[in-house]
């Protein structure tokens, strides 16, 4: 089975260089039997890397350990569903699945029958990424490398990584970075043809939407993950690793608001050129950065020799991309100019600013340890401080933004509307101001978040309310007839609302979860009662029990809030057969106003333990409002009518 997968690479190799010349060939003489093979020589190389993916999957499932990495990521105890999630486990099998998905949406793509003339060269550009990988996997990480002698039992698979989380968080990730391949591919299509006008982002907008929805998915299950599986309070820790998947959604979001420019304005047409290129190189860095060994993280494949070759590739296509761009400057400024400083046009360009500030900082504070080593010979390492200082005030000027932009119009506003658009978003912010002081929540940063999160509340639910209006006037229908046909029939601007609904419940979460959160360390008897924040906590005794193939070691504890009804639950250690350190399972108990996060740290042989405590605010708002966002995408995404652009804007070019 292992030759059989190996030789389904090197023929998929073999398909993507024959695709590639024949693409070369028959641009040149303008053969179209060459091209339409060139379109085989794509399919071919999906059909071999599906056999070679197909091949290590069925490996990994029947327990096949005359295989390396079957071996070194498998057990014949291991759950099937882990099984099979060992396809993305270790380095050579996450670059496996990178190439099977990364040829399967080539084929798809350049088996449409629309746009013809732009599919040679959008086939070549994605010919040329598949042909990188392939490349790798079969001289540099090959998945199917066979073992010496016989090996009866696996290593099995990382604890950490036997998680729900970990089925879905890194596949919906790799689909977000290969999905940007696409736009990507018909940006440098267009600048090749000259063809600079807004085709290239209309044919690809459901493709950059859906890559941008697979980021947020994956940054969000990334996110829960961390949570509830590695068991010290939080959810995001600017890891490198974490880092390197959100920089491209920042850039990824500022393009998909910047091409809506392009589209109705015929402006930014360089900026979303450049936007789209940086954006997919930034892809390939975050496979570089796992890969590379030069940064330190939990999320990392450790240290490889493909480091320096992704480093290579990535030189390679940003030195071609921005060199073809820079050659195609005079036709892309042939575009119109702002006409006024308070307009959507303005508040588009100064959000997508701010979303490359706060990329470009993260960036900056991801390679900064990298960077001082190589200049001054000692590392300097940079923590969630220096990120959260940055990133706060950015990221409230962005979701400020998203306020402010929807009450503007394009071209330019005059002040009566202003006033009038503005006046009951004030006054929301206002009200919650006070009533958040009265409260007792005075820290500068919950005033300000609750300010500016009320506001674009307000703002979103008065466009609504205004549009409801206006279509009750002019059709007669009833309240809820009338709201449905509006949100329906012109779905991409109202699915973006409920996109910015589901951040700005993100961003309260995640600021009371910062700016309100408790830790606390306690160490306790059987029997023995401790209080903290209002919570009374007994601890009742360890326990200890089987579970699969694990043995799970729990404390039996029972708590009450304000000596509300008690609850019980079980913070855990869990010890797997295949690894030397248990792996740690927090208790949770989770409300709309705050979670009680408990963690069994450690014991004694009279049974006294350590809990370590965190009560922190809010965080289901960030999980709800995650969903909300992914509502909001599919929402925008639904085929039919209100899912385009509008008629009056597909005429224009």
């Given at each position: 089975?292992?030759?059989?997968?190996?030789?389904?690479l090197?023929?998929?190799?073999?398909?993507?260089?024959?695709?590639?010349?024949?693409?070369?060939a028959?641009?040149?003489?303008?053969?179209?039997?060459?091209?339409?093979?060139?379109?085989?020589?794509?399919?071919?190389?999906?059909?071999f890397t599906a056999v070679a993916?197909?091949?290590?999957?069925?490996?990994?499932?029947?327990?096949?350990?005359?295989?390396?990495?079957?071996?070194?990521?498998?057990?014949?105890?291991l759950?099937?569903?882990?099984?099979?999630?060992?396809?993305w486990?270790?380095?050579?099998?996450?670059?496996?699945?990178?190439?099977?998905?990364?040829?399967?949406?080539?084929?798809?793509?350049?088996?449409?029958?629309?746009?013809?003339?732009?599919m040679?060269?959008?086939?070549?550009?994605?010919?040329?990424?598949?042909?990188?990988?392939?490349?790798?996997?079969?001289?540099?990480?090959n998945?199917?490398?066979?073992?010496?002698?016989?090996?009866?039992?696996?290593?099995?698979?990382?604890?950490?990584?036997?998680?729900?989380?970990?089925?879905?968080h890194?596949?919906?990730?790799?689909?977000?970075?290969?999905?940007?391949?696409?736009?990507?591919?018909?940006?440098?299509?267009?600048?090749?043809?000259?063809?600079?006008?807004?085709?290239?982002?209309?044919?690809?907008?459901?493709?950059?939407?859906?890559?941008?929805?697979?980021?947020?998915?994956?940054?969000?299950?990334g996110?829960?993950w961390?949570?509830?599986?590695?068991?010290?309070?939080?959810?995001?820790?600017?890891?490198?690793?974490?880092?390197?998947?959100?920089?491209?959604?920042?850039?990824?979001?500022a393009?998909?608001?910047?091409?809506?420019?392009?589209?109705?304005?015929?402006?930014?047409?360089?900026w979303?050129?450049?936007l789209?290129?940086i954006?997919f190189?930034?892809?390939?860095?975050?496979?570089?950065?796992?890969?590379?060994g030069?940064?330190?993280?939990v999320?990392?494949?450790?240290?490889s020799?493909?480091?320096?070759?992704?480093?290579i590739?990535?030189i390679?296509?940003?030195?071609?991309?921005?060199?073809?761009?820079?050659?195609?400057?005079?036709?892309?400024?042939?575009?119109?100019?702002?006409?006024?400083?308070?307009s959507?046009?303005?508040?588009?360009?100064?959000?997508?600013?701010?979303?490359v500030?706060?990329a470009f900082?993260?960036?900056?504070?991801?390679m900064?340890?990298?960077?001082?080593?190589?200049?001054?010979?000692?590392?300097v390492?940079v923590?969630?401080?220096?990120?959260n200082?940055?990133?706060?005030?950015?990221g409230?000027?962005?979701?400020?933004?998203?306020?402010?932009?929807?009450l503007?119009?394009w071209r330019?506003?005059?002040?009566?509307?202003?006033?009038?658009?503005f006046?009951?978003?004030m006054?929301?912010?206002?009200?919650v101001t006070?009533?958040?002081?009265?409260?007792?929540?005075?820290?500068?940063?919950a005033?300000?978040?609750?300010?500016?999160?009320?506001?674009v509340i307000?703002?979103?639910?008065?466009?609504?309310?205004?549009?409801?209006g206006?279509?009750?006037?002019?059709?007669?229908?009833?309240?809820?007839?009338?709201?449905?046909r509006?949100?329906?029939?012109?779905r991409?601007?109202?699915?973006?609302?409920?996109?910015?609904?589901?951040?700005?419940?993100?961003?309260?979460?995640?600021?009371?979860?910062n700016?309100?959160?408790?830790?606390?360390?306690?160490?306790v008897?059987?029997?023995?009662?401790?209080?903290?924040?209002?919570?009374?906590?007994?601890?009742?005794?360890?326990q200890?029990?089987?579970?699969?193939?694990?043995?799970?070691?729990?404390?039996?504890v029972?708590?009450?809030?304000?000596?509300?009804?008690?609850?019980?639950?079980k913070?855990?250690?869990?010890f797997y057969?295949?690894?030397?350190q248990?792996s740690t399972?927090?208790?949770?108990?989770s409300?709309?106003?705050e979670d009680?996060?408990?963690?069994?740290?450690?014991?004694?042989?009279?049974?006294?333990?350590?809990?370590?405590?965190?009560?922190?605010?809010l965080?289901?708002?960030?999980?709800?409002g995650?969903?909300?966002?992914?509502?909001g995408?599919?929402?925008?995404?639904w085929p039919?009518?209100?899912?385009?652009?509008?008629?009056?804007?597909?005429?224009?070019?």
């Amino acid at each position: 089975m292992a030759d059989i997968g190996y030789f389904a690479l090197v023929l998929a190799l073999v398909m993507s260089l024959y695709a590639l010349v024949c693409y070369a060939a028959g641009l040149k003489t303008k053969r179209s039997d060459l091209l339409a093979s060139a379109t085989g020589g794509v399919i071919g190389t999906a059909v071999f890397t599906a056999v070679a993916g197909g091949t290590l999957v069925y490996m990994l499932v029947t327990s096949d350990f005359s295989v390396e990495y079957v071996a070194m990521y498998t057990s014949t105890d291991l759950p099937t569903i882990y099984k099979l999630t060992a396809l993305w486990a270790g380095n050579d099998g996450s670059l496996l699945l990178w190439a099977w998905v990364l040829t399967a949406v080539a084929a798809a793509v350049v088996l449409g029958k629309k746009n013809r003339d732009l599919m040679p060269y959008v086939g070549s550009v994605m010919m040329v990424v598949s042909a990188f990988f392939l490349y790798l996997l079969c001289f540099e990480a090959n998945p199917f490398t066979k073992v010496w002698g016989m090996v009866q039992e696996g290593n099995g698979l990382n604890p950490m990584l036997q998680n729900p989380g970990m089925i879905i968080h890194p596949i919906t990730l790799y689909f977000g970075y290969i999905g940007f391949t696409v736009p990507f591919a018909f940006a440098i299509a267009a600048l090749i043809t000259r063809q600079t006008d807004d085709r290239w982002i209309k044919i690809t907008r459901k493709w950059t939407v859906l890559s941008w929805l697979f980021l947020s998915l994956g940054n969000l299950y990334g996110a829960q993950w961390a949570y509830v599986e590695l068991g010290w309070g939080g959810y995001w820790a600017w890891d490198p690793v974490e880092n390197a998947s959100l920089i491209p959604w920042l850039t990824g979001s500022a393009f998909l608001h910047s091409v809506m420019v392009q589209e109705r304005k015929n402006m930014l047409k360089i900026w979303n050129m450049f936007l789209i290129i940086i954006t997919f190189g930034l892809t390939l860095f975050g496979t570089f950065l796992v890969r590379s060994g030069i940064v330190a993280s939990v999320h990392s494949f450790g240290n490889s020799s493909l480091g320096a070759m992704f480093l290579i590739f990535i030189i390679l296509v940003m030195s071609g991309s921005f060199y073809l761009l820079a050659d195609r400057l005079k036709l892309l400024r042939q575009s119109n100019e702002f006409e006024g400083l308070i307009s959507k046009e303005s508040s588009f360009l100064l959000n997508n600013l701010l979303l490359v500030a706060s990329a470009f900082s993260i960036l900056w504070g991801t390679m900064f340890p990298v960077i001082s080593e190589a200049v001054t010979g000692s590392k300097v390492t940079v923590g969630p401080p220096f990120f959260n200082a940055i990133n706060a005030p950015i990221g409230l000027a962005f979701v400020l933004l998203m306020g402010i932009c929807p009450l503007i119009a394009w071209r330019r506003t005059n002040l009566k509307n202003l006033i009038s658009n503005f006046l009951v978003p004030m006054g929301a912010a206002l009200a919650v101001t006070v009533a958040l002081v009265f409260l007792g929540l005075t820290k500068t940063y919950a005033l300000v978040t609750g300010a500016i999160t009320s506001f674009v509340i307000a703002a979103i639910f008065q466009e609504v309310v205004k549009g409801v209006g206006v279509r009750r006037k002019m059709t007669g229908e009833s309240l809820p007839v009338s709201t449905v046909r509006l949100l329906t029939r012109n779905r991409r601007r109202y699915g973006g609302y409920i996109i910015h609904l589901g951040i700005v419940m993100m961003i309260i979460g995640i600021a009371g979860s910062n700016i309100y959160n408790q830790e606390f360390t306690k160490t306790v008897r059987p029997g023995e009662t401790f209080h903290t924040s209002g919570y009374s906590v007994t601890y009742n005794g360890l326990q200890q029990t089987p579970k699969a193939n694990t043995m799970v070691v729990y404390a039996d504890v029972e708590v009450s809030k304000d000596g509300g009804k008690p609850f019980a639950i079980k913070p855990e250690k869990v010890f797997y057969p295949t690894s030397e350190q248990p792996s740690t399972e927090p208790a949770i108990e989770s409300t709309w106003l705050e979670d009680f996060y408990i963690i069994l740290a450690g014991w004694e042989q009279d049974q006294s333990v350590s809990f370590k405590v965190n009560i922190n605010p809010l965080v289901k708002w960030l999980w709800a409002g995650g969903y909300i966002l992914v509502f909001g995408s599919i929402f925008a995404l639904w085929p039919g009518r209100g899912s385009g652009v509008g008629a009056k804007y597909l005429a224009r070019s």
